[in-house]
T-cell receptor, first 109, second 112 residues
C-alpha cells in the first residue's frame, strides 16, 4: 500500500557504509519509521523522522524529505550482525502504518 | 525484549475454520496494531485499536476482526480461513497512535 518502494536486496562489505532508499506516497503522510528485522524475528525500531533532515543515532542515520516523498537509512561501519531486512514504514493519518517489502542487506567479510 | 507477548507461537488450521490469536501489550500502551506478514514481504497493516475501539483499518475483509481489552490485551479473530491466510501475524503496541511500535514475537499460522 501507499506505493512504498525500496530496493529488494543489497550487499555490502564489513566496515563499509550503505544507504537504503525509500520512496512513498505523500498524501496523508505524518512521519516515517525505519525498522530492522532479522530472519524469523519481529521488527525492531531504528528511527523516526517527522521533519525534513537527518536524524543521527550512533552508526545509524535516517533522512527525510517530505516534499519529495523520500527517505534513506544510512548504516556506517557495517558489522556482520547488521545482515537483516530493513523496513521503511510511513505513517498516514496518524493511525495507519504501511510497511515496504523490505530491503535484505547482506554484509560480507 | 519489548514487553509484548503473543500466543500461540505456532498454529495449524484447516480451510474454513476460525482462529483467535492473542496479544498482551506493555502496561500503559493504549494502542495496538495487528499485521500480517507473508514470507519475504513486509508486514501488512490489518487494523489498529485505540482505547478498545477500532481506530483504522487496512485492506482486509470483514472476516478479520479484533478486540482490545482494558487490561492491555487484544485479540485478532479470523473466520472462514483461506489458504492465503497462512502467514506470520504480528501485534505491536504503542503509547498513543503515532509513536514507536513495540512488536511481539508473532504467531505463525498455517492453513491447510
Amino acid at each position: 500500500g501507499q506505493n512504498i518502494d525500496q530496493p529488494t536486496e543489497m550487499t555490502a562489505t564489513e566496515g563499509a557504509i550503505v544507504q537504503i532508499n525509500c520512496t512513498y506516497q505523500t498524501s496523508g503522510f505524518n512521519g516515517l519509521f525505519w525498522y530492522q528485522q532479522h530472519a524469523g524475528e519481529a521488527p525492531t525500531f531504528l528511527s523516526y523522522n517527522v521533519l525534513d533532515g537527518l536524524e543521527e543515532k550512533g552508526r545509524f542515520s535516517s533522512f527525510l524529505s517530505r516534499s519529495k516523498g523520500y527517505s534513506y537509512l544510512l548504516l556506517k561501519e557495517l558489522q556482520m550482525k547488521d545482515s537483516a531486512s530493513y523496513l521503511c514504514a510511513p505513517l498516514y493519518n496518524f493511525n495507519k502504518f504501511y510497511f515496504g517489502s523490505g530491503t535484505k542487506l547482506n554484509v560480507k567479510p | 525484549e519489548t514487553g509484548v507477548t503473543q500466543s500461540p507461537t505456532h498454529l495449524i488450521k484447516t480451510r474454513g475454520q476460525q482462529v483467535t490469536l492473542r496479544c498482551s501489550s506493555q502496561s500503559g500502551h493504549n494502542t495496538v496494531s495487528w499485521y500480517q506478514q507473508a514470507l519475504g514481504q513486509g508486514p501488512q497493516f490489518i487494523f489498529q485499536y485505540y482505547r478498545e475501539e477500532e481506530n483504522g483499518r487496512g485492506n482486509f475483509p470483514p472476516r478479520f476482526s479484533g478486540l482490545q481489552f482494558p487490561n492491555y490485551s487484544s485479540e485478532l479473530n479470523v473466520n472462514a480461513l483461506e489458504l492465503d491466510d497462512s502467514a506470520l501475524y504480528l501485534c505491536a503496541s504503542t503509547r498513543g497512535a503515532a509513536n514507536e511500535q513495540f512488536f511481539g514475537p508473532g504467531t505463525r499460522l498455517t492453513v491447510l
